[in-house]
């Protein structure tokens, strides 16, 4: 079988989520299936650590893309020439994107959909696109993988598309994440937290990772106990931020909040496991991968009871309202005071991540881009009895 995917997050030194989710399937993919051919589609140049094999042919098209403009001649133009000149029995796209030119069966992971539900939390210049292109996307794949079931019931929300034809596949958890002794943890917390204890978040800065209500409550809980915490966050700096930095300069306690900006894999891991609690209180996500990071490194999680986020934990996880302060707060404190409960929700993640698997995502994987092809992609996603 000839394999193409759309690698274009394959990005040396700057995988994501998206870059992490298409490494950890594509290098288990191709170790397992000597016998077929992957051709990887960049759209920049490529680091050779990506050709994980030699049944890997890296191909690079243009334009790079990363607006609207430079999507459509990729996916539209580029991507299609590619999949008729090397023969491609079936193309994966693991980024929400696809062609609707390619005639080539297409698998495709559809994240979230955020651009449809929140077009207000994507940029101005792509509101468009996705508000024509997604829906169309969604109906034109021959196969559609959802990364949660929570995603999978927005899909047939939004689109009416048959909950039978789409898959849920969980995400796996990268390698590095596990418990640390306590003294490697105090070591990190004097690096990073002045020697204290502290409460952890680690992702964008973004509206919708509701950090001015977490950055608020982590105020209030100061306020209320006194308790020598800290609150570090870990990510990079988004769009629309101005309410976290308004919200960060009223703080009474802002000098107890530290944004440690990108933090590289290694020290985001020693962070994660040296938390008191991983809070992660987004009020909408498509999987919410950090909690099963949480749950890999012993680390007690306070997550959103909201969108995908009690499916993912289980009961591996104290749930609140996202949107009340005093909530959170509460909750705050209940894992400050309550070193029982902390362990009970670390012995409950112990169980749990053992659900989650980047081996079985990719078998599960394989098997649906081996459908595809052989069925000649018939397309029976569209809803219509």
């Known amino acids: 079988m000839r394999i193409a995917v759309n690698t274009r997050f394959l990005l040396p030194h700057k995988l994501e989520g998206l870059g992490w989710y298409t490494h950890e399937l594509m290098r288990r993919m191709v170790a397992n299936h000597p016998e077929d051919t992957f051709i990887f589609l960049f759209?920049?140049?490529?680091?050779?650590?990506?050709?994980?094999?030699?049944?890997?042919?890296?191909?690079?098209?243009?334009?790079?893309?990363?607006?609207?403009?430079?999507?459509?001649?990729?996916?539209?133009?580029?991507?299609?020439?590619?999949l008729r000149r090397y023969k491609a029995d079936v193309f994966f796209s693991p980024d929400s994107y696809l062609s609707l030119a390619a005639?080539?069966?297409?698998?495709?992971?559809?994240?979230?959909?955020?651009?449809?539900?929140?077009?207000?939390?994507?940029?101005?210049?792509?509101?468009?696109?996705?508000?024509?292109?997604?829906?169309?996307?969604?109906?034109?794949?021959?196969?559609?993988?959802?990364?949660?079931?929570?995603?999978?019931?927005?899909?047939?929300k939004q689109t009416g598309i048959k909950a039978d034809n789409i898959t849920v596949v969980y995400n796996g958890c990268r390698e590095g994440f596990y418990v640390l002794p306590e003294p490697d943890k105090q070591a990190v917390r004097d690096q990073f937290a002045a020697g204290q204890e502290y409460f952890f978040y680690t992702g964008a800065i973004h509206p919708r990772k509701n950090i001015p209500r977490l950055i608020r409550a982590f105020d209030l809980f100061k306020s209320q106990t006194g308790a020598p915490l800290k609150l570090l966050l870990a990510g990079?700096?988004?769009?629309?931020?101005?309410?976290?930095?308004?919200?960060?300069?009223?703080?009474?306690?802002?000098?107890?909040?530290h944004f440690l900006?990108?933090?590289?894999?290694?020290?985001?891991?020693?962070?994660?496991?040296?938390?008191?609690?991983?809070?992660?209180?987004?009020?909408?996500?498509?999987?919410?991968?950090?909690?099963?990071?949480?749950?890999?490194?012993?680390?007690?999680?306070?997550?959103?009871?909201?969108?995908?986020?009690?499916?993912?934990?289980?009961?591996?996880?104290?749930?609140?309202?996202?949107f009340s302060e005093p909530a959170i707060a509460e909750a705050l404190e209940k894992l400050y005071r309550s070193p029982e409960l902390r362990a009970d929700l670390v012995?409950?993640?112990?169980?749990?991540?053992?659900?989650?698997?980047?081996?079985?995502a990719a078998s599960q994987l394989y098997d649906l881009l081996k459908s595809a092809a052989t069925s000649g992609g018939k397309n029976q996603l569209s809803g219509d009895d």
């Open 261 to 322: 900006g990108y933090v590289p894999d290694g020290d985001l891991t020693r962070l994660m496991a040296s938390a008191q609690a991983l809070t992660y209180l987004s009020t909408n996500e498509g999987f919410g991968l950090p909690l099963l990071e949480a749950m890999n490194a012993g680390t007690p999680v306070l997550a959103a009871h909201a969108s995908c986020l009690p499916e993912i934990a289980a009961g591996a996880a104290l749930l609140v309202d996202p």
């Open 347 to 360: 012995a409950k993640g112990h169980t749990r991540r053992f659900d989650f698997s980047w081996d079985a």
């Open 43 to 82: 759209d920049r140049a490529f680091d050779p650590e990506f050709v994980y094999a030699k049944n890997v042919t890296p191909v690079v098209i243009g334009p790079r893309a990363r607006h609207p403009l430079a999507w459509l001649a990729w996916f539209e133009w580029s991507v299609p020439g590619a």
């Open 236 to 257: 990079r700096f988004a769009w629309q931020t101005g309410d976290v930095k308004t919200t960060f300069d009223q703080a009474r306690h802002r000098e107890d909040i």
């Open 103 to 156: 005639k080539t069966p297409t698998v495709m992971t559809v994240h979230d959909l955020i651009p449809l539900q929140h077009p207000e939390q994507v940029r101005w210049w792509s509101r468009d696109y996705y508000r024509w292109f997604i829906p169309r996307y969604l109906r034109r794949a021959d196969r559609l993988v959802a990364v949660s079931d929570y995603t999978k019931q927005e899909i047939v």
